[in-house]
């Protein structure tokens, strides 16, 4: 099993990037995902979920502004991260949802700056 985030990067305030997670190693179209964040020295925290099905959820702290999505063709899944704030500010990792204590990627940075 293996995920592997990419697309993070330095962004300004009000900016945009999409991030980006290869899975393999499992069946992709039968398992629920969600992007995960963590500050620095802070727990992760879930950000996004998307099931087998392709429901949708997130916390209220990106809500109207990011958007999970995933291609089952591809083993991707994708977060669309619109009107950054500098608390966005984070390491951003993929995985299962729900999730478990195995696996981790070494995620992907992003950085909300002027």
């Known amino acids: 099993v293996q995920f592997v985030e990419s697309g993070g990067g330095l962004v300004q305030p009000g900016g945009s990037l999409r991030l980006s997670c290869a899975a393999s190693?499992?069946?992709?179209?039968?398992?629920?995902m969600g992007w995960y964040r963590q500050f620095s020295g802070k727990q992760r925290e879930l950000v996004a979920s998307i099931t087998s099905r392709a429901d949708t959820n997130y916390a209220d702290s990106v809500k109207g502004r990011f958007a999970i999505s995933r291609d089952n063709t591809k083993n991707m899944v994708y977060l669309q991260m619109n009107s950054l704030l500098s608390e966005d500010t984070a390491i951003y990792y993929c995985h299962w949802f729900p999730q478990v204590d195995r696996y981790w990627g070494q995620g992907t940075q992003v950085t909300v700056s002027r």
């Open positions: 190693g499992f069946i992709f179209s039968g398992y629920g």
